[in-house]
Nanobody, 125 residues
Framework: QVQLVESGGGLVQAGGSLRLSCAASVRIFSHYIMAWFRQAPGKEREFVAGIIRSGGTTYYADSVKGRFSISRDNAKDTVYLQMNSLKPDDTAVYYC??????????????????WGQGTQVTVSS
């Protein structure tokens, strides 16, 4: 059984920063490709960033490239999302996702078997 617990969300002014964390309860964390998604009110859940098992390769949505950074600590079973230069359009519930069967990072929500409960990020203008 896989459990993912996100933390670090909150209210921040435009231009500010937040760091999200996702702690995983899994047998072998390094077996999982990890990703962050987000869902704004009235919109579909969208891919934000992904990271391969070793952490050596990352991939970002165009909307966050250059502002967000995904990383992982396999010794702590945790994946992070550092968010800088935040904009009001970044306001959403942010979800951590994991899958052990993927060959690489994918952007579709159906690619990930396990999801956290989400953490709210609100960026004020």
């Amino acid at each position: 059984q896989v459990q993912l617990v996100e933390s670090g969300g909150g209210l921040v002014q435009a231009g500010g920063s937040l760091r999200l964390s996702c702690a995983a309860s899994v047998r072998i964390f390094s077996h999982y490709i990890m990703a962050w998604f987000r869902q704004a009110p009235g919109k579909e859940r969208e891919f934000v960033a992904g990271i391969i098992r070793s952490g050596g390769t990352t991939y970002y949505a165009d909307s966050v490239k250059g502002r967000f950074s995904i990383s992982r600590d396999n010794a702590k079973d945790t994946v992070y999302l550092q968010m800088n230069s935040l904009k009001p359009d970044d306001t959403a519930v942010y979800y951590c996702a994991a899958d052990s069967d993927l060959r690489g990072i994918v952007e579709r929500t159906t690619g990930y078997a396990y999801w956290g409960q989400g953490t709210q990020v609100t960026v004020s203008s």
